[in-house]
């Protein structure tokens, strides 16, 4: 991990990633107004609520493709950077009663947050580097005090897209 500068003047963009069954609890809503507030005082330049994605996913019956290949993502920062995104996501085996198949899932956190700087992805949370763990509250309380040098101990990944692949929430529900 280097000291850097973000790679424009711009302010940052936020997506955050919710689980489909959680997405009205009040946690989560609370990091909902919490970004967007961070939107309007110009520390991120959006803060995208994209889609909620489902709790668990797999590469053979994941008719949304975009879940998986998000975590790819996320999990190619992780790697670049030393760090895990376990507990935060899980990878594990799932079998049905009954069946013989066993099939890999990976579980998504009940939120997570993707820190982008134009088509680099700057951090991704929650991650872990073994001793410390980097939680959505944490990042965003950083992002509030004004902090924003800590976003430099990261090595972003260039990224071929510059909007979530996830579909956004409209403006009133991401608000409610």
């Known amino acids: 991990m280097t000291d850097r500068p973000t790679t424009t003047?711009?302010?940052?963009?936020?997506e955050l990633y919710l689980r489909g069954d959680t997405y009205?609890?009040?946690g989560v809503q609370q990091l909902v107004a919490q970004a967007?507030?961070?939107?309007?005082?110009?520390?991120?330049?959006?803060?995208?609520v994209a889609g909620e994605w489902h709790?668990?996913?797999?590469?053979?019956?994941?008719?949304?493709?975009?879940?998986m290949e998000t975590y790819e993502e996320f999990r190619a920062w992780a790697e670049t950077n030393g760090f895990?995104?376990?507990?935060?996501?899980?990878?594990?085996t799932r079998s049905f009663i009954g069946m013989d198949d066993v099939e890999e899932v990976v579980v998504f956190p009940v939120v997570a947050l993707a820190v982008y700087d134009a088509d680099e992805l700057e951090a991704v949370f929650p991650c872990t580097d073994g001793e410390r763990t980097h939680t959505v509250e944490s990042a965003l309380a950083a992002f509030e005090r004004g902090d924003e040098e800590w976003?430099?101990?990261f090595d972003p990944v260039s990224v071929d897209h510059r909007e979530?692949?996830?579909?956004?929430?409209?403006?009133?529900?991401?608000?409610?």
């Open 9 to 14: 003047d711009d302010p940052l963009r936020a």
């Open 151 to 153: 976003l430099t101990q």
């Open 164 to 176: 979530p692949r996830l579909e956004p929430e409209p403006e009133s529900v991401a608000a409610d």
């Open 24 to 26: 009205g609890g009040f």
């Open 36 to 48: 967007k507030r961070l939107e309007a005082n110009g520390t991120f330049s959006e803060s995208i």
């Open 84 to 92: 895990s995104l376990e507990p935060g996501f899980q990878q594990r």
């Open 55 to 67: 709790r668990c996913h797999t590469q053979a019956e994941d008719w949304r493709s975009e879940a």
